[in-house]
């Protein structure tokens, strides 16, 4: 899989920020992740699709190995079409949306949260935008 983008957060994640990955699923192949990251090597937060089973996976990597995974059943992504992911995440749990659905909650099992500094997505789909950002105030409701 290819990196196609990944950030350094100074001072570590924090909450009131997420992050936005948009683009195209090409083929229904499991060839997307998201890894939000230790300087240490472990994984506080990995997201993957699995097109196989229509599922997305939630787990954590720490200490040389991987936690039990957190498995939803609440697909936003189909092959050939355009999908957007959105994670953010409190003091205590990452949330995972996809428009009009909460996909995901997830333990932050990693303490302090500032220690995971990096994130990086790897994909083989076309990615049209990746972003980290301070959450906004919202006039809206988005139905999440």
């Not at 472990?42 to 939630?58: E, L, Q, W, Y």
């Not at 936690?67 to 189909?78: C, D, N, W, Y």
């Not at 995440?89 to 995971?116: I, M, N, S």
Request: include cysteine; charged fraction near 20%.
């Amino acid at each position: 899989m290819a990196v196609q983008s990944k950030a350094f957060c100074a001072g570590g994640l924090a909450p009131g920020w997420k992050l936005l990955v948009q683009g195209h699923a090409d083929s229904g192949e499991d060839r997307f992740e998201t890894n939000f990251l230790l300087e240490t090597g472990d994984i506080a937060f990995h997201i993957k699709p699995r097109f196989s089973s229509a599922t997305v996976v939630g787990n954590a990597f720490q200490y040389g190995r991987w936690g039990p995974e957190q498995v939803s059943s609440i697909f936003p992504l189909a092959p050939g079409e355009p999908f957007e992911i959105e994670v953010s995440w409190d003091a205590e749990h990452f949330h995972v949306y996809a428009p009009e659905h909460k996909v995901l909650q997830f333990p932050c099992r990693q303490r302090p949260l500032g220690a995971t500094t990096r994130v990086r997505v790897l994909s083989d789909h076309c990615l049209a935008q990746v972003e980290l950002a301070k959450r906004g105030l919202s006039w809206g409701d988005r139905g999440y």
